[in-house]
């Protein structure tokens, strides 16, 4: 069964940065696409940023810039590196995992998500 387990969320102030981590078990890792999402309150869920398994990466364009996925197959782990965040990117940011790479449907495994709280 595959779990994936997010850590790194927090709270920042505006400007801030933070790490998300997702490490992930019970999958082949280096060959599934990995991605983090994120949901703010009364919003819909979203992509922040996906990887393949081959490497290629793909933002969302308000995150373009700023944000950085990243993974290390050797430790079953993908990693969101957040900088500049902003009050409006208070969210709950999901990792998911899952074969192929249409990053606009909701498919594949989903963490629990981890709270990122943007506020002075």
């Known amino acids: 069964q595959v779990q994936l387990v997010e850590s790194g969320g927090g709270l920042v102030q505006p400007g801030g940065s933070l790490r998300l981590s997702c490490a992930a078990s019970?999958?082949?890792?280096?060959?599934?696409?990995m991605a983090w999402y994120r949901q703010a309150p009364g919003k819909e869920r979203e992509l922040v940023a996906g990887i393949t398994r081959s490497g290629s990466t793909n933002y969302a364009d308000s995150v373009k810039g700023r944000f950085t996925i990243s993974r290390d197959n050797a430790k079953n782990t993908v990693y969101l590196e957040m900088n500049n965040l902003k009050p409006e990117e208070t969210a709950v940011y999901y990792c998911?995992?899952?074969?192929?790479?249409?990053?606009?449907?909701?498919?594949?495994?989903w963490g629990q998500g981890t709270q990122v709280t943007v506020s002075s």
């Open positions: 019970g999958t082949i890792f280096n060959l599934v696409s």
């Open positions: 998911n995992s899952r074969v192929g790479s249409n990053w606009s449907l909701m498919y594949g495994y």
